[in-house]
């Protein structure tokens, strides 16, 4: 058993100060953390409780977007008037992770920064995992790799100490990547702003550093700038069953139509890569362009250029590219409630 000292923070400042310590941890909804201390992956030497600092509240913001604060429970994001209506992408994708009662206890701050799935990751009976252990190899390479990435891995081979082919397991953050989210983080140099796309980090040469976040900084909210894709927005998520299971392949694809030609667009895949996976491109060539099939593989295709398979895996580069193109056209035909699986 690893011993570890527990502190409840009241204010932001004591928070981060108490988080600066080495080893310590932030508590909020636990729902990660506490499952990767009992399996041996994390190992704190303080655990310091934020979940009464004050910032559980989702407001307008003047520009017409919306502030989420870090503390706001998934299942209160996806349930709230506002997000509903005017963000229906990112209620869509909240309500197809986990389970209710995990959506009861997980926060906005630390859905950002869940851990990988990688099964080679969180079982410390595999010795080999850059991400776990620096140096050590990525045992998924020649191993079951079944929900592993296929885009922006880094494969220098299993025994190579900058390999990873791990994949993000958000669905939230698909979202918030498609609608151009901000992540607003308060440090002791004060506060920053990160774009949404900077927020995560593929694994390069360094698989063991996953955000842009500093040791010593806080996640204090979120802001999505004001809403473009309330009447036409699909969130997708291929599954290997129905409820609580992580996605093989996400989509989020959000559309701001004029007749039936495409304005704009935003689109985003999840389960891919070790961030939601986006590209310019591929949003650039629906504009302008009539609400087809044929369009929407366009965008489908750039969206997968590159794409690599494993043995386990390969199937995900078609699955990716069907569910964009049906994505796109359920949204192109107006947004509805629930989540096609």
Same mark, same amino acid.
């Given at each position: 058993?690893? =011993?570890? =000292?527990?502190?409840?923070?009241? *204010?932001?400042?004591? *928070?981060?100060?108490?988080?600066?310590?080495?080893?310590?941890?932030?508590?909020?909804?636990?729902?990660?953390?506490?499952?990767?201390?009992?399996?041996?992956?994390? =190992?704190?030497?303080?655990?310091?409780?934020?979940? $009464?600092?004050?910032?559980?509240?989702? &407001?307008?913001?003047?520009?017409?977007?919306?502030?989420?604060?870090?503390?706001?429970?998934?299942?209160?994001?996806?349930?709230?008037?506002?997000?509903?209506?005017?963000? @229906?992408?990112?209620?869509?994708?909240?309500?197809?992770?986990?389970?209710?009662?995990?959506? %009861?206890?997980? &926060? /906005?701050?630390?859905?950002?920064? !869940?851990?990988?799935?990688?099964?080679?990751? %969180?079982?410390?009976?595999?010795?080999?995992?850059?991400?776990?252990?620096?140096?050590?190899?990525?045992?998924?390479?020649?191993?079951?790799?079944?929900?592993?990435?296929? +885009?922006?891995? =880094?494969?220098?081979?299993? &025994?190579?100490?900058?390999?990873?082919?791990?994949?993000?397991?958000?669905?939230?953050?698909?979202?918030?990547? *498609?609608?151009?989210?901000?992540?607003?983080?308060?440090?002791?140099?004060?506060?920053?702003?990160? @774009?949404?796309?900077?927020?995560?980090?593929? @694994?390069? #040469?360094?698989?063991?550093?996953?955000?842009?976040?500093?040791?010593?900084?806080?996640?204090?909210?979120? /802001?999505?700038?004001?809403?473009?894709?309330?009447?036409?927005?699909?969130?997708?998520?291929?599954?290997?069953?129905?409820?609580?299971?992580?996605?093989?392949?996400?989509?989020?694809?959000?559309?701001?139509?004029?007749g039936d030609h495409v304005r704009s667009a935003g689109l985003a895949l999840?389960?891919?890569?070790?961030?939601?996976?986006?590209?310019?491109? *591929?949003?650039?060539? +629906?504009?302008?362009?009539?609400?087809?099939?044929? #369009?929407?593989? !366009?965008?489908?295709?750039?969206?997968?250029?590159?794409?690599?398979?494993?043995? $386990?895996?390969?199937?995900?580069?078609?699955?990716?590219?069907?569910?964009?193109?049906?994505?796109?056209? +359920?949204?192109?035909?107006? &947004? #509805?409630?629930?989540?096609?699986?």
């Amino acid at each position: 058993m690893n =011993s570890f =000292s527990y502190e409840r923070a009241l *204010a932001p400042d004591k *928070a981060i100060r108490s988080g600066s310590a080495r080893g310590a941890k932030f508590l909020a909804g636990g729902t990660n953390l506490v499952d990767l201390m009992k399996y041996g992956v994390e =190992s704190p030497t303080t655990l310091v409780d934020i979940n $009464h600092l004050e910032l559980a509240q989702v &407001t307008k913001s003047a520009d017409g977007g919306v502030a989420i604060g870090a503390l706001v429970r998934n299942s209160d994001l996806a349930d709230h008037t506002l997000i509903k209506s005017q963000y @229906p992408l990112l209620s869509q994708a909240l309500l197809s992770g986990a389970s209710p009662q995990l959506r %009861n206890m997980a &926060t /906005t701050g630390g859905n950002l920064l !869940q851990r990988t799935r990688c099964y080679y990751f %969180n079982d410390v009976n595999f010795p080999a995992c850059n991400k776990r252990v620096p140096g050590s190899g990525c045992a998924a390479i020649k191993g079951y790799n079944r929900i592993h990435a296929i +885009l922006g891995q =880094s494969d220098k081979g299993s &025994t190579s100490g900058e390999s990873c082919i791990a994949t993000h397991p958000s669905d939230m953050c698909v979202a918030m990547a *498609a609608l151009d989210a901000k992540v607003e983080v308060e440090g002791p140099k004060g506060r920053r702003i990160i @774009p949404f796309a900077e927020f995560h980090k593929l @694994p390069g #040469t360094t698989p063991w550093v996953e955000t842009a976040l500093r040791a010593d900084e806080l996640i204090v909210g979120v /802001t999505l700038p004001p809403p473009k894709f309330a009447k036409n927005a699909y969130y997708l998520k291929a599954r290997d069953r129905n409820s609580y299971a992580f996605a093989l392949i996400s989509v989020a694809a959000g559309l701001e139509m004029d007749g039936d030609h495409v304005r704009s667009a935003g689109l985003a895949l999840g389960g891919v890569a070790l961030k939601p996976w986006r590209k310019a491109e *591929a949003e650039k060539v +629906l504009v302008g362009k009539p609400a087809r099939a044929e #369009t929407f593989s !366009q965008a489908a295709d750039i969206l997968l250029q590159g794409a690599i398979g494993y043995e $386990h895996n390969a199937f995900k580069i078609q699955l990716a590219k069907r569910g964009v193109v049906r994505a796109l056209i +359920l949204a192109s035909q107006g &947004t #509805t409630e629930g989540v096609q699986a």
